[in-house]
């Protein structure tokens, strides 16, 4: 069974912090994606990545960076957290044609 | 980019069939129609997936008139544990396609009842 685990289920920072959230999926997918999701917004894509080194922004890529160092391993990085990137993300990995295997998310609160 | 519109909430009772619909006016030819449930707490997992007409697994059936501009997700007999949001995403590509399309929309928060 595809297994996508998120280093944290819980974080909390202060605004202007660099903020790291870490990735990791176990079956050798191609591509991986970073989401957020808001109350009444439904999960809007941050950024996504098809390969090592590779990455597209998505739709609100604002505020957000991305690194992709290793196949398993995608990192997204807030480089000045504010208080509007509070939020839950998730991140999903997948082969290509097939679905999105998402983890369980982290909750992040910026103070 | 192909964008998706759901019921933003639905009610149903234990025992029913529910039936989620999304329109998906600008469906490109390639776009598979997938969808997703979210529980509390956890990512959203694969339901199904289809292309056109009528697909059907152990959990639900999704069908996909000819026009393809939209798409209904059937659950037989909910239970309790079917409280859930359900979400239509419209642009995996048969092809693999951008992967930018994959983008969701709102959902559908669906309530069963007792």
């Known amino acids: 069974d595809v297994k996508v685990t998120q280093s944290s289920r819980y974080l909390v920072k202060r605004t202007g912090e660099k903020v790291f959230l870490e990735c990791v999926q176990d079956m050798d997918h191609e591509n991986m994606f970073w989401y957020r999701q808001d109350p009444g917004l439904g999960l809007r894509l941050i950024y996504f990545s098809y390969d090592v080194k590779m990455k597209e922004k998505g739709d609100i890529p604002e505020g957000y960076s991305v690194s992709r160092e290793k196949k398993e391993r995608f990192s997204l990085i807030l480089e000045s957290a504010s208080t509007n990137q509070t939020s839950m993300y998730l991140c999903?990995?997948?082969?290509?044609?097939?679905?999105?295997?998402f983890g369980n998310g982290t909750r992040l609160t910026v103070t | 980019l192909a964008k998706t519109t759901q019921p933003i909430s639905m009610d149903s009772y234990e025992g029913q069939e529910v039936n989620i619909t999304c329109s998906h006016n600008n469906i490109a030819t390639n776009d598979y129609i997938t969808w997703y449930q979210q529980f509390p707490s956890q990512g959203p997992r694969f339901i199904i997936q289809g292309y056109k007409t009528k697909v059907t697994n152990e959990v639900a059936s999704l069908f996909i008139p000819a026009d393809r501009k939209s798409s209904t997700l059937s659950l037989p007999r909910v239970s309790l544990s079917d409280t859930a949001v359900y979400y239509c995403?419209?642009?995996?590509?048969?092809?693999?396609?951008?992967?930018?399309?994959?983008?969701f929309g709102k959902g559908t928060k669906l309530s069963v009842k007792p």
């Open positions: 995403l419209v642009g995996d590509g048969i092809y693999g396609g951008s992967q930018g399309n994959l983008i």
């Open positions: 999903a990995s997948r082969q290509t044609n097939s679905p999105l295997h």
